[in-house]
C-alpha cells in the first residue's frame, strides 16, 4: 500500500506563508491527478488545489492568487505554497492521490482517492 505522508504544517499570524509537502513511499501515483483538500472543524471536505499528469493545474477560488500546487516527480514528493493565509485557511490539510480518471478538486476526497493522516495549518489574527 502507497503512504503519503504530509509535513509542513503549523502555526503562523495572518499574512504568513507556510509550504506543505507530501512524500509518496513509491511513484505509483506519479501519473495520477494529485492534491490537496482541507477540513475545518465543524465543516465539510473542500479541494484546495490539484495537479494532473501532465502539471495542468486548479485551485479552489478562495486560493487563487494566494497557492500554488507543485510536484518533485523525482522525489515522488508533492508540495503546496500557502501565501497570505489568513485565518480562514485554518484547518487540517490532507495530501490525496485520485486513483480515478479524472482531476477535479471534488475527486480529491470522493471513493477512488487515497489520502495521508493530515497535517494541521492554524492561522491567528
Known amino acids: 500500500q502507497v503512504q503519503l505522508v504530509e509535513s509542513g504544517g503549523g502555526s503562523v499570524q495572518a499574512g504568513g506563508s507556510l509550504r506543505l509537502s507530501c512524500e509518496a513511499s513509491?511513484?505509483?501515483?506519479?501519473?495520477?491527478?494529485m492534491g490537496w483538500f482541507r477540513q475545518a472543524p465543524g465543516k465539510a471536505r473542500e479541494g484546495v488545489a490539484a495537479?494532473?499528469?501532465?502539471?495542468?493545474?486548479i485551485y479552489l477560488d478562495s486560493v487563487k492568487g494566494r497557492f500554488t500546487i507543485s510536484k518533485d516527480n523525482a522525489k515522488n514528493t508533492l508540495y503546496l505554497q500557502m501565501d497570505r493565509l489568513n485565518p480562514e485557511d485554518t484547518a487540517m490539510y490532507y495530501c490525496?492521490?485520485?486513483?480515478?480518471?479524472?482531476?477535479?478538486?471534488?475527486?480529491?476526497?470522493?471513493?477512488?482517492?487515497?489520502w495521508g493522516q493530515g497535517t494541521l495549518v492554524t492561522v491567528s489574527s
Open positions: 490525496a492521490a485520485n486513483t480515478g480518471l479524472s482531476c477535479r478538486l471534488g475527486d480529491l476526497y470522493r471513493s477512488l482517492a487515497v
Open positions: 495537479i494532473a499528469q501532465h502539471g495542468a493545474t
Open positions: 513509491d511513484d505509483t501515483y506519479r501519473d495520477n491527478c
